[in-house]
């Protein structure tokens, strides 16, 4: 029973880790990247502790919800565009948890207006990744079917058309 000071996890002085060593694993976190169009980018603004913000959208998923989008905001030097100019992309912890806000209608006021609330929920960073590209979920399979009708809508097209006539002889017959 008598267990060496290896065995039990003691290491000898010389050989432990280096404070330095330790920081860098700790520095060393998961991060997920999040994806999405220059459209869903706000404008920037300052908050109350003098920091450049910026507010993302996240846009709904059904496209029958005519809600007004969900936000959620990120430090502007936080969020960068892709290589192409098309999209837009920011880094956060996989671990953290981001809050999301959403206006929501709670009535309508004495003159008829709606009157409007800001709900706030929390969530985790991989299900804010879920949300902003569920784009990359969707059934395409009905994309690819009108693809091969439209194919051959123009097939049939191709074939109603006489050869041997231009554009300027089609519209004197």
């Known amino acids: 029973m008598a267990e060496t000071r290896e065995e039990l996890g003691f290491a000898e002085v010389g050989n432990s880790v280096k404070p330095q060593e330790q920081e860098a694993e700790k520095k060393k976190m ?3 990247t999040l994806k999405f169009g220059k459209g869903c980018v706000g404008e920037p603004f300052t908050a109350k502790d003098g920091k450049e913000y910026v507010s993302i959208l996240i846009p709904n998923k059904d496209e029958n919800d005519h809600r007004p989008w969900a936000t ?6 936080a969020v960068h565009e892709d290589k192409f100019g098309k999209g837009m ?38 299900e804010l990744k879920s949300m902003v590209e569920f784009y990359k979920e969707r059934d395409k399979s009905s994309v690819l079917g009108k693809l091969n009708e439209k194919k051959a809508e123009a097939a049939k097209i191709a074939e109603m058309k006489p050869q041997g006539q231009t554009k300027a002889k089609e519209a004197v017959i």
Request: glycine share 8%; hydrophobic share 30%.
């Open 72 to 77: 959620f905001v990120a430090r502007s030097n």
């Open 89 to 126: 992309w920011t880094k956060l912890p996989a671990e953290g948890h981001t809050t999301i806000r959403r206006q929501v209608v709670i009535g309508t006021g004495e003159d008829g207006k709606r009157q409007w609330e800001t709900q706030s929920t929390k969530v985790t960073n991989r």
């Open 30 to 32: 998961e991060e997920i």
